[in-house]
């Protein structure tokens, strides 16, 4: 499991002198510096919009630091745990690319295509211009400040018209340096056919626990 995970990663590594804005911040370095040994961030995935935290349906990925200095992702689902892998700390958060890959799996089973290509577009979007405005979020009985980056990998491309909704699909993430692990919600949405308001697919983690270490 570490080596596809390794893989996994590798497959969102984009070369420096490419960086831009968007990358930067979703992509952001060194976050996972106050999260020490024996501390977790655990998030709150759901695939559909009838699952929440308060009712205990969907999901839960936790976040936990090794004494190697890893981040290891476990899956929490059906009472059942599975470890999604390992990644170095140093890098970042790595639910990110967790997040990402689910989305190519899911859009690609349900929408077809090649996942190969539904991945290199998510890239290309990540490289070029996204909606970037601020936010505020209320986290531990505290509103502090955020940003939420929104994609639109598939507005312009020249397959949209295979894709059903999946050519209106949206990914926003919501980032604070307030936010232990940089990530609030990383949310996955398109509508039901493409151009409709009617919900399709949806698909969200969220932060529901963790805390910055103290120094």
Not at 112 to 128: C, D, H
Not at 192 to 208: F, M, N, R, V
């Amino acid at each position: 499991m570490r080596v596809l995970v390794i893989l996994l990663g590798l497959m969102w590594v984009v070369p420096a002198m490419a960086a831009a804005q968007t990358y930067d911040l979703l992509f952001r370095e060194g976050v996972l510096s106050d999260i020490h040994l024996g501390e977790a961030l655990t998030y709150f995935k759901a695939t559909d919009r009838s699952s929440s935290p308060k009712d205990g349906s969907g999901d839960k990925v936790s976040l936990a630091i090794t004494p190697e200095k890893t981040a290891t992702l476990t899956l929490e689902h059906g009472g059942k745990h599975r470890q999604l892998g390992s990644f170095p700390a140093s890098v970042g958060n790595p639910v990110i690319m967790y997040f990402l890959e689910t989305t190519v799996r899911d859009m690609a089973a349900q929408a077809g295509g090649s996942p190969f290509y539904i991945r290199n577009r998510i890239k290309e979007a990540l490289l070029g211009e996204a909606e970037i405005v601020p936010v505020k979020l209320s986290y531990n009985d505290r509103e502090v400040d955020g940003q939420r980056v929104t994609l639109h990998p598939f507005s312009a491309d020249k397959a949209r018209d295979k894709m059903g909704g999946f050519a209106d699909l949206a990914l926003a993430v919501t980032v604070s340096d307030e936010i232990p692990g940089w990530y609030y919600s990383l949310v996955a949405s398109a509508p039901l056919k493409a151009g409709s308001d009617q919900p399709g697919y949806s698909s969200s983690i969220t932060l529901i626990s963790g805390q910055k270490g103290r120094q």
